[in-house]
Structures are given as C-alpha cells and as structure tokens.
DNA sequence: CTCCAGGCGCCTT
DNA sequence: AAGGCGCATGGA
C-alpha cells in the first residue's frame, strides 16, 4: 500500500452534510462543496461524490483507518434502521433524514465539548470551541493556500491553564468545570481509554463524577465517541419531541419518559435518538 | 430593552 | 424524590 493524500471510499446510505451539521461535532466548516475539519491530529477536506467520499489529507498517509472509523464507514446503517421501532414518528424521522450517522470522536474532544455546550445554542458552541482551539491548540499541517488549522488542546495542555484564560474564549460558568475535568484527566484520577472497556451504566458512572457533567452530557459522550449504541442523551429537544410525538394528549412524567426511552427503542437507541432529534430540529423552521 | 438558550449543581420542599 | 433557581454570554 502506497502513501497518498487523496483516497476515495465508496459508500452507501450515507449523508456527510447531515452528520458533520448534526450537533456531534463542533469543528466541520463547509468549504464550496466539501467538509475541512481535525480527525486524531490531521487536517482533512471530505467531499461526497456519486456513491463516494473522497478525503483529502495535508501529508500523504498510508492508512486511513483513523478516518473509516470516525466516520464509521462500514456500519451497516440499513440494518439499525430496520430494528427501529415501526411506528409513524420513527418513519418520518428516516424519511426526513436517512443517511445520517453517528460519529466516533476523541473521548477529550467530545467530553471538553459537550461540558461547553450546556444553555447554549450550537453557534455559540462553535465559537467557543474555534476560541480555545485558535489560543491554545498546536498548528498542524494544511495544504498550501489553505486557513492554518489548529489541534484541539489535549487534557493536560488545558490543565495548566488558568480560569481566567478559559473565561476568555466567552466559555462562562463552564470554565471551572472544563479546567476540573482536564486536571482530572491529566493527573490521571478518570482514564478515558479506560471508560471504552466498561458496561454502559459504569462507564456513564465514571463520567458523571466530573464537574459540569450530568446524564444528558455522559450520554452524548458516550454515544458520539465511545459509540455505546443504546447511549441515550435526553435534553429538551428530544424530551419535546418524544412527548410530541408519542404521548400527544398523555402527561407523563419525565421519570416516565425516561423509562420509555430506555426499553422502546431497543439496542440501537441512541441511533434512534439521533433521528428524532435531527427531526424535530429540521423539520421546523427558526430553531437550533 | 427583555428573554432565554440542546444543563448542571445546589438549595428548597 | 422532585422542583426551582443561579450561572455567563450573546443573539433574537
């Protein structure tokens, strides 16, 4: 196998505009017709063409699997949507939005992510993520004629920051808890390779006793980046939608919900997930 | 101007 | 156990 800095990879089922736009990530740019974005250190342009996507890469790469497996290319995504519940709601969810994926992110990223999204909207959070980004992530290679990109900043890098420098990229109240969760990590008291190996309810355990991180942030966590696939992240979207949608004159609690959503949707609930929220947000105009 | 956003943690009942 | 409120910031 040859080293390129270009490579195409057929697939099926699979809408990239919807999945990098979807609220997983925070750092695609749509550039013309293709995608540029950070994946485990490289800079990468994505396009989708015919039944492809072509990547490109700054320095020639001999494997990609560092790409296949974020994007997570060979799930079959036919096959979950099949075992989704066939009920009216989960039918449009598919047809408003088929193609669309889940992620395998970086543990960090994602986790550093999600405690910076709590009360705001994903514009906000884009921007709070390119200000930590542009002040104290290391430049990485780009094509010639391309923006400098950087890394996102790793755990310890964030560790030795001080407070105030986070307050400074607009991040609030969530400052302290991103400063608690990477000196966590950095000293090495949570170990995020670690939370891969463990049941779902250990693992959400582990993430919830750091600061600022509670269920809904665990689970996306878990879900966009450890890819434990009935991961389940419940926030008002999703609880207005799954009372919209399944209980429409009904007022059950949220305790209820919550147990509905846990046994209903079946090993692929946080695929379902996915797509309820990606409806109710698109289908819509005005909102997210 | 006021309101409130894809939550969390803490303080009340 | 369940519900209310403050928290920073910026956009509608």
Not at 4 to 9: G, K, V, Y
Not at 165 to 193: H, Q, V, W
Not at 245 to 253: A, M, N, V
Request: charged share 20%.
């Amino acid at each position: 196998m040859t080293k390129s800095s270009e490579r195409a990879f057929a697939v099926q089922d699979y809408d990239l505009a919807a999945t990098l736009a979807s609220g997983q990530a925070f750092r695609w740019q749509p550039h013309q017709d293709s995608w540029v974005g950070i994946i485990s250190g490289r800079w990468v342009k994505l396009r989708h063409q015919n039944n492809s996507i072509i990547a490109q890469v700054a320095e020639p790469v001999q494997e990609w699997a560092w790409l296949t497996h974020y994007l997570q290319m060979e799930t079959d995504l036919a096959h979950i949507l099949a075992g989704f519940p066939d009920d009216a709601a989960m039918r449009s969810a598919i047809n408003a939005c088929r193609g669309l994926r889940l992620l395998r992110q970086d543990p960090w990223e994602c986790l550093a992510s999600f405690i910076l999204s709590s009360t705001k909207q994903i514009v906000q959070i884009q921007q709070i993520i390119a200000l930590l980004c542009q002040r104290f992530g290391d430049l990485l290679p780009v094509p010639s004629g391309h923006e400098p990109a950087r890394n996102f900043p790793s755990a310890a890098r964030i560790a030795l920051l001080a407070e105030s420098e986070l307050r400074d990229c607009k991040m609030g109240f969530r400052a302290p808890y991103l400063l608690a969760a990477a000196r966590s990590i950095a000293t090495g008291r949570l170990d995020l390779n670690r939370v891969a190996d463990l049941p779902l309810a250990e693992a959400r355990a582990e993430l919830v006793q750091l600061p600022g991180v509670g269920p809904k942030i665990a689970d996306c966590v878990l879900l966009f980046a450890y890819g434990f696939p009935s991961a389940f992240p419940v926030d008002v979207w999703v609880m207005k939608a799954l009372r919209e949608l399944y209980f429409p004159r009904g007022k059950p609690t949220r305790q209820k919900l919550l147990h509905f959503t846990e046994t209903y949707f079946g090993q692929n609930a946080g695929y379902a997930q996915q797509y309820l929220f990606h409806y109710m947000r698109t289908r819509r105009p005005a909102r997210g």
